[in-house]
């Protein structure tokens, strides 16, 4: 782990024995709202001027109505607001030497970083008072969130865009420009105090996907994937805590069955019997502290006196892992996603390995804005967020697999592997560690 700042608030985050499980700690609500609001401080102070200045815009302007939310303003909102209230406008003004100016258009204060700037007192036009709020200002760039690319980005709803400009008049309209760049820049970046949080939220997800590929939930001949799959919905919910989407647990086994992605992703049998011999992979992902997790790993379910892998499939395993080894060694600050791609998938095919690699950010979103290193059905590159280059300080679930053919099943089989890791200076790391060998069911003591 990397040396950083020590979080107020970080000495709640301890291992703890809680629901008959060592999981690191979960926070009380009230210590969360505490702990999410003051990153939330953090990054405006620290990060958002250099993004500023890094993308050009002298004023972001973010407008949003209740249960409509642009999905940044949800990143800009205080702990106890769950949406925007009826119109939020929030203000963001660069004023240089590394600060920002926070307004908030609103009959609030929104939160403690954006103190309210409207009096529908004295002025009950909202938008007119947004117009005086940027004439005061007179900003060259005003940034707005429209964008082709990135959902993220695009979060400005016409009727606002339209009204906006109508309100703020031709000359200021005509200052508009699209934040995506900045807008990107404020969700894929992470800061110092969010990487210390980081890892134990990995960490938690990690210690989740171990319980359920265990003995304690999986009775081979009885227990179905769909089982599994509602397991950790429950655990999640009883840890007080909430998933990003549906998890999913698939098998590879000798038999016929040729792999495929739908398949094992959205077609998959529901009550699919686990049984000794199978190798099961899930696909899982929390949401915590505002941080997504996005996992994927295997078990294998051992059969009678099996007390191991057998080695066909370590082998295979370790195919993936050197899939990941190449693929992270590419990442350059200033490459785009797809040259990673190109370079890894040529460098892989080059090993004899055959890669399909599908990463992508990972931050407030799951599925995040941000680079996009290949999707698993487009391996020539990514137009768009794959176009865009990588910066330093990002997360990204390194999402990829690696097929191999099992010459004792008679078939070729996928080894589909998925972790969270850190892009810094240093390089890619992985937040919380990531598997280096195939679980079992059950578990083996290890060898004295």
């Not at 969360?32 to 609001?37: G, H, L, P, S, T």
């Not at 609103?106 to 002025?123: H, L």
């Not at 049998?269 to 997504?292: A, M, Q, S, T």
């Amino acid at each position: 782990m990397k040396k950083l700042l020590l979080l107020p608030l970080l000495f709640l985050l301890v291992y703890t024995h809680s629901f008959g499980q060592n999981y690191p700690q979960i926070l009380s609500m009230k210590e969360r709202a505490e702990v999410i609001d003051d990153l939330l401080k953090d990054k405006v102070q620290n990060v958002l001027p250099g993004l500023m200045e890094r993308t050009g815009i002298d004023m972001w302007v973010v407008v949003s109505r209740e249960y409509n939310e642009d999905p940044v303003i949800k990143t800009l909102l205080p702990a106890t607001w769950h949406a925007a209230r009826r119109r939020t406008i929030l203000v963001m003004h660069n004023l240089g030497n590394g600060k920002v100016e926070t307004l908030a258009v609103a009959r609030y204060d929104v939160g403690e970083m954006f103190k309210r700037a409207w009096d529908p007192e004295s002025e009950p036009d909202q938008w007119k008072r947004l117009a005086e709020v940027i004439e005061e200002r007179d900003p060259e760039k005003i940034g707005i969130n429209i964008s082709e690319i990135w959902g993220h980005a695009d979060g400005l709803v016409v009727t606002d865009h339209e009204e906006m400009k109508a309100a703020i008049g031709e000359e200021y309209a005509n200052r508009l420009v699209s934040a995506e760049k900045l807008a990107v820049g404020w969700l894929e970046t992470r800061t110092q105090k969010e990487m210390q949080i980081y890892p134990q939220i990995v960490r938690i997800a990690h210690d989740i996907i171990a319980e359920g590929f265990s003995d304690k939930v999986i009775q081979p001949g009885v227990t179905t994937t769909e089982d599994v799959v509602w397991w950790y919905r429950e655990k999640i919910r009883e840890l007080k805590l909430i998933t990003w989407f549906h998890p999913s647990v698939s098998i590879q086994r000798a038999d016929p069955e040729s792999f495929d992605h739908l398949r094992t992703f959205d077609s998959r049998p529901g009550e699919n019997v686990i049984i000794p011999g199978d190798l099961l992979h899930v696909d899982f992902g929390i949401k915590y502290l505002r941080l997504n997790t996005d996992t994927q790993q295997h078990a294998y379910v051992l059969r009678p006196g099996e007390t191991e892998v057998p080695e066909y499939l370590r082998k295979a395993f370790e195919n993936g892992n050197r899939v990941q080894d190449i693929f992270t060694n590419n990442f350059r600050e200033g490459r785009t996603g797809n040259e990673v791609l190109k370079m890894s998938r040529e460098q892989a095919i080059e090993e004899g390995l055959k890669p399909s690699i599908y990463t992508h950010p990972l931050g407030y979103h799951g599925h995040a804005a941000g680079t996009t290193l290949g999707m698993w059905d487009a391996q020539d590159g990514v137009p768009g967020d794959g176009d865009y280059p990588l910066h330093l300080n990002t997360a990204y679930s390194i999402e990829l697999n690696a097929a191999t053919y099992i010459e004792e099943w008679g078939k070729e089989i996928r080894i589909m592997l998925e972790e969270d890791a850190f892009f810094d200076e240093t390089g890619v790391w992985y937040i919380d560690g990531r598997q280096r060998e195939i679980m079992t069911v059950p578990r083996v003591p290890a060898k004295q």
